[in-house]
Each structure stands twice: as C-alpha cells, then as structure tokens.
C-alpha cells in the first residue's frame, strides 16, 4: 500500500510517515507472512507483534486500510478463499476445506464473508468459474 495519510491517533495529530510504517507492518504481517489464515490470530497479537497498543493499531486500519482489522483480515480470507478455488486442482476439496484453509474457524463465518464480500455464495462462485462465466 502506498498511500500517504495523516491521521489522528488518540485525539493527536500524526505524521504520514508514522501512520505509513506502522501500516507497513500491518500489512507486511496480516499479507505477507499470510497471518490471515491463522484463525487464532487477533489483532491485540498483531499490535503485540508490531509494539503498539490496541487502541492504536484500530486507529491506523481506518486511517491506513479504511476498514476495521477483521474486515481487513476477512478480505484477506476471502481473497486467499477465491484463489483456492481459481485452480481446478484444488476441486478435490469441500467448501469447509476451502474455508479452513482460508483461515476461518467456522463456515457460517466464511458464508457470511464470502456473500459480503464476493456478492455471492462459494458454491455460486466454484459454480461459475467451473462454467467459465464471468466472476
């Protein structure tokens, strides 16, 4: 993510530059070392691993991602869901394996994302991309 924002932390004005790099690690975390499928993994971990508080880190996800740490997190899911299932290799495995895969802990959690987010049901999107229609 690229942006540069301002924002304010606390009632307190905060530099770009610090609501950037705390939001680098937001994401290198939750992304790049794929946190997201870690069901277990809250965000008062994720502000324990990046040294700030809670208060702090819910802060920066609306100003950096402009969502809260579960949307950010479930989307990640989400994604990660959907790419799962791009491969037809991967047609071996259930919904709810895709789902724990995925990183959710139950599939009423993941159904409920996934129509949030994907503007319909996972077996509505295995359906069309198996049909070739347009996703």
Do not use: W
């Not at 905060?14 to 690690?25: A, C, K, L, M, T």
């Not at 809670?54 to 989307?75: D, E, G, P, Q």
């Amino acid at each position: 993510m690229d942006k540069s924002v301002d924002g304010f932390v606390y009632g307190r004005h905060v530099e770009s530059s610090v609501v950037n790099d705390i939001g680098d690690r937001i994401y290198h975390i939750i992304v790049n070392r794929r946190k997201f499928r870690d069901s277990d993994y809250s965000a008062r971990c994720l502000a324990e691993d990046i040294g700030v508080g809670h208060t702090c880190l819910s802060a920066v996800m609306r100003i950096r991602f402009k969502c809260s740490y579960s949307t950010f997190v479930n989307k990640c899911r989400i994604n990660e869901a959907k790419k799962l299932m791009d491969y037809s290799e991967n047609d071996k495995y259930t919904l709810d394996d895709i789902s724990l895969m995925s990183g959710f802990s139950n599939r009423q959690s993941f159904f409920k994302n996934f129509n949030r987010f994907a503007g319909m049901s996972p077996g509505e999107y295995r359906k069309k991309l198996r049909e070739g229609g347009k996703l």
